[in-house]
């Protein structure tokens, strides 16, 4: 009887550092964060890493822009899980005998296989924008903005060769990808015109 136990220790590790300053015509914040996790699965695993970026400029007493960046990736590796015979707590949770069954008392397949079944995920995404404010009289003001936002995901699933015993079709192995990407755009410009009418204020925005 084979009592190695399917789980293991997890653990967690988290850093991060930012850094800020300047002067009154230029001022800039950076930040990062990293983070790695390993659940109670040998194939449960996380990664995580974070970067940001701001900065501002005063360019002329009545021209200021900004510039914004972000970076984030990640990447997960779990195990099967739910209603499916390759995840390990619903085989189980419904295995038989540990003692006398073939497969040390899981429904589907042996111990030691629950732990070769892949399911991974990457993601990758970055952000940007510019921005920009022009006071062009004291009456009269301009504002442009432009950003995007790019992300990439990719979802795998493995089940390695001979894994599964025969004489089930899967003992071949068998590898799925579902990749993809997303691009989103924006831009605005308006401006803002302020004027005295007989003593009442009001203003116009384009």
Do not use: M
Request: glycine share 10%; net charge negative.
């Amino acid at each position: 009887l084979d009592h190695t136990p399917l789980t293991v220790r997890g653990w967690r590790e988290e850093c991060g550092a930012s850094a800020s300053g300047g002067a009154n015509l230029l001022q800039y914040f950076l930040a990062g964060d990293f983070s790695r996790e390993r659940g109670v699965y040998v194939n449960n695993l996380s990664r995580r890493v974070s970067v940001r970026s701001n900065l501002n400029a005063e360019f002329t007493p009545v021209l200021t822009g900004a510039a914004r960046l972000g970076y984030y990736s990640n990447r997960l590796e779990l195990p099967q899980n739910d209603n499916n015979d390759q995840g390990p707590l619903g085989n189980g949770l419904l295995g038989r005998d540990p003692i006398t069954s073939p497969n040390g008392g899981y429904l589907s397949f042996p111990k030691e296989a629950y732990n070769q079944f892949l399911t991974t995920q990457s993601v990758d995404r970055v952000t940007g924008g510019l921005e920009a404010r022009w006071d062009a009289a004291s009456w009269l003001r301009f504002n442009a903005l432009t950003g995007i936002d790019f992300a990439s995901r990719g979802d795998q699933a493995i089940t390695p060769p001979g894994v599964v015993p025969e004489p089930d079709r899967r003992n071949i192995g068998n590898a799925t990808s579902n990749p993809y990407t997303l691009y989103t755009y924006n831009t605005n410009l308006d401006g803002t015109a302020s004027y005295d009418l007989a003593g009442l204020q009001a203003q116009t925005a384009l």
